[in-house]
């Protein structure tokens, strides 16, 4: 999954001096051998700031597994809060998701079943999951598809993006998605006005219409709106209740696909 942002595990070592001083205090807090000190356990400024990293010191190079589950519990605590947040912010956010009139819509327009993809044409992992988009697509005859433009490799797919936005108001907005994602190389400037061309798009409409404000907002919204899911990279999915993070396969995705119904029939 391509993302802009630090792993968990990275932000987990940025933590590392945090814990260390948790770990610290709670030891020198609950330590069997502090407590016949009473007086010296009533504040830090009475046990010397040298014995005291001495002792902090000896207690974590003799005990290194009180880091390794702190930092275990922290990480499973971040996980439970951003599944939280996320299934919140879908709760709140689910009518922008699956019906901005400025998002394309593919598939079937009147689905019983909407699966949303936020992707960015310079993601080799999105061109990776492209044709099971395209049998999902062709095998379910129900399924309404929502494109969430989110251009988050840089200005070449920022450029991308606006021009598939654009393509949009040129009724080719399908043809540009599926051959772009079946090019090879950088989508740059280049490739998609290659592809613009090719599909019969007229390109200096295109180029006029990607200086709309209106394009501007809709990505903006995007990137808004997959910050708000803790969708941080590309490919990201919505099927229902579900959110995915990372390529995903044809299976995967019938499977949620035949949940969500399966949930809105009950």
Not at 126 to 141: I, K, L
């Amino acid at each position: 999954m391509n993302s802009r942002f630090p792993s968990r595990r990275r932000f987990g070592f940025l933590l590392l001096p945090v814990l260390l001083i948790v770990a610290a205090g709670t030891w020198y807090l609950l330590d069997p051998g502090f407590k016949g000190h009473q007086q010296t356990m009533a504040s830090s400024e009475t046990l010397p700031q040298d014995a005291f990293e001495r002792r902090v010191r000896d207690y974590l190079v003799a005990n290194p597994e009180v880091i390794v589950e702190a930092m275990q519990n922290l990480e499973r605590k971040q996980r439970v809060a951003e599944q939280t947040g996320a299934q919140s912010a879908l709760s709140t956010h689910r009518d922008e998701l699956l019906n901005s009139p400025e998002s394309p819509v593919g598939g079937n327009p009147q689905g019983d079943v909407t699966l949303v993809e936020f992707f960015d044409y310079n993601c080799p992992y999105c061109r990776q999951v492209a044709p099971a988009m395209v049998a999902a697509e062709d095998g379910d005859p129900q399924l309404r598809i929502v494109y969430k433009e989110f251009p988050i490799l840089g200005p070449n797919s920022m450029f991308a993006a606006k021009a598939a936005l654009a393509s949009h108001r040129q009724n080719l907005y399908p043809q540009f998605h599926k051959a772009m994602m079946q090019a090879s190389g950088a989508a740059d400037e280049a490739q998609v006005v290659a592809v613009a061309e090719e599909i019969g798009l007229d390109v200096e409409q295109l180029r006029a219409d990607m200086q709309d404000h209106a394009i501007d907002a809709e990505i903006e919204r995007n990137l808004a709106l997959a910050r708000a899911l803790r969708i941080n990279g590309t490919p990201g999915f919505v099927i229902g209740d579900e959110i995915l993070r990372g390529a995903t396969d044809l299976q995967t995705m019938q499977r949620l696909i035949d949940q969500a119904r399966k949930d809105q029939n009950r």
